[in-house]
Structure formats: structure tokens, C-alpha cells
């Protein structure tokens, strides 16, 4: 799935966002639950976070779990480094497990606390920071240093001047951090706010369950919607354009009927809209 969508103006910079790099045996679910216990912070599993592949013109999936701190104008994402396609969101940081992202003014400060708190979970081999390094921090020094002259009369003087500035060495963090900005920011632009139904289960999904998932793909693939990679932990479905009063009926009943055969599944849904469109359409959106 290429990007199509309009991209976003440009708004997060680099000194704006820790990225730091989590090892460990725990699933998603159950890492989250824990930051949130040390941290106070309200993860939930969100919609799969997109990472774009340049050279194959193809856009990744990867569970996400997403927390927003609006007192302190924080963002908040715990991002899997895997995919069940066997992809890498960081591709030379495959020893990470998880990639843990804060994004705001503050987020150093934020990002420091994380990494000592996040040490006292159990089954957390290592946490390290990807971005930024001490090293990256700054991209440029100026130094100024004396100058022995002579006067218009000859007499020495002393004045001090500016050297050029010379770059200074970029650390090898192996993350193409533009790329994860703007991946960041079509996430935020785009992906949060898409039409999409979104089932999150709070149990991992069987072998017979996933399999039953696979023939509703099957149904849904003669509908006008983008089938998004499934995980363990939930299934994620995109609608492209508009959708009939019929279309939905088939799509809300085809689920329940696969949903009603594997129990226990929790779903929980909330804030269901529907936007009139030509008197015969109208646009479907779901959120959780």
C-alpha cells in the first residue's frame, strides 16, 4: 500500500523526539500495561503504525500502542520492531524489540525518566537510546580563539576570531531520522484519522481463530476496502470511499458470526458516525 494520501506540513523537528530502543520477552500488551503502571501514562493499542519503504514504494505495518499527554503536549508510541511479516521498522537495530517514541518540547527530560523507570521491569533485557546520541546533539561547533595582530602602527593586539564552523561527527545511530519523522507525521495527518473499523482483542488470537479471520478477508475482499496486515492481538480494516447502508449490514453481521463462534473475545467499540452522501451513500467511520 503506497502512500496516496497528502502528507502534512512539516512541524516535528529532530530535537523534538527520543526514539529509544527496548529488548525484552514481554508481549505488547503486557509492556504497555507495565510503562503504565511505572509512568502513569494511558497506552492503548491504536491503529498500526506505517512505515514507508522508499525503494519498494510500499508502507510497512506495525502494532502500536499510543498515548497522548495533552497537559504536557507530549506524544507517546510503543511500536513493534516487527512485523508477523518478518520486517524490521529499524532495520540495523534488529536486537530491539520495541521502539518507544516521545515526541514534544520536553521530551529528553521525559525520555530520561523512561530508561531509568523502564529498568525495573521484569524481563527487560536492555533499553537504549537510538535518538538522539551525545554525539548528535549537535551538528556544528564554534569555537573562537585568540589572534595575535599588529595595528595599524604596529603595535600587537590581541583579538578574538570566530572560527569557521566545521561539522562536527555524526554519530552512526543506523536510523534514517527523517524518513521516521515523516513517517511520524503521516501517522498524525493521516492513518489516525482514516475511515477505518478497528477490532482489538484482549487475548492472543488461535491458530482455528486466525484462520476463521482469514475467510472474512475473503468476504471483505469483494468490498471496496484495504485489507491492513493482521497480528495477533487485533485486525484492522480500512474502507476507501463510500459505503451503502447494505455494504455495512454485511460487514457488521459477516463479523459478528466470526466473532460469536470464538469466545473469549472482547470488542470494544465506540463513537460511530455516519455522513450522509447523495442521499444513497454516506461514509462510515468507527473509532476507538
Do not use: W
Not at 506540513?9 to 500495561?33: D, K, P, Y
Not at 504536557?72 to 518478518?86: A, G
Not at 529528553?108 to 523512561?114: G, H, K, L, V
Request: proline content about 3%; aromatic content about 10%.
Amino acid at each position: 500500500m503506497s502512500k496516496e494520501l497528502k502528507s502534512i506540513s512539516s512541524e516535528i523537528t529532530s530535537n523534538e523526539l527520543s526514539i529509544i530502543g527496548i529488548s525484552t520477552t514481554l508481549n505488547g500488551l503486557s509492556l504497555a500495561q507495565s510503562i503504565n503502571s511505572l509512568l502513569n501514562t494511558d497506552l492503548r493499542l491504536c491503529k498500526d503504525f506505517e512505515s514507508y519503504n522508499k525503494e519498494e514504494n510500499q508502507s510497512y505495518c506495525f502494532k502500536n500502542y499510543h498515548y497522548s499527554n495533552e497537559i504536557h503536549h507530549l506524544k507517546h508510541f510503543l511500536i513493534s520492531n516487527k512485523n508477523n511479516d518478518n520486517k524490521l521498522l529499524i532495520k540495523t537495530h534488529i536486537k530491539y524489540d520495541y521502539i518507544y517514541v516521545i515526541i514534544g518540547r520536553d521530551n529528553n527530560i521525559y525520555a530520561s525518566d523512561f530508561t531509568e523507570k523502564i529498568k525495573k521491569v521484569q524481563n527487560i533485557q536492555l533499553v537504549r537510546n537510538i535518538h538522539p546520541t551525545s554525539t548528535t546533539k549537535e551538528h556544528f561547533k564554534q569555537d573562537v580563539m585568540p589572534v595575535e595582530m599588529l595595528d595599524i602602527f604596529g603595535n600587537p593586539s590581541i583579538t578574538p576570531i570566530k572560527a569557521k564552523k566545521t561539522p562536527a561527527k555524526k554519530s552512526e545511530t543506523g536510523i534514517a531520522i527523517k524518513q521516521f519523522i515523516d513517517d511520524i507525521e503521516y501517522y498524525l495527518g493521516n492513518v489516525m484519522s482514516n475511515k477505518r473499523i478497528f477490532l482489538a482483542y484482549n487475548v492472543v488470537l488461535s491458530s482455528e481463530i486466525l484462520s476463521s479471520i482469514d475467510k472474512l478477508y475473503k468476504h471483505f475482499s469483494k468490498e471496496n476496502i484495504s485489507l491492513i496486515p493482521k497480528e495477533n492481538y487485533h485486525l484492522t480494516l480500512q474502507f476507501i470511499g463510500e459505503s451503502t447502508f447494505k455494504q455495512i449490514n454485511n460487514i457488521i453481521s459477516s463479523t459478528k458470526e466470526i466473532l460469536e463462534q470464538s469466545q473469549p473475545i472482547e470488542v470494544e467499540i465506540d463513537k460511530i458516525h455516519y455522513f450522509p452522501n447523495n442521499g444513497k451513500h454516506l461514509t462510515f467511520t468507527l473509532s476507538i
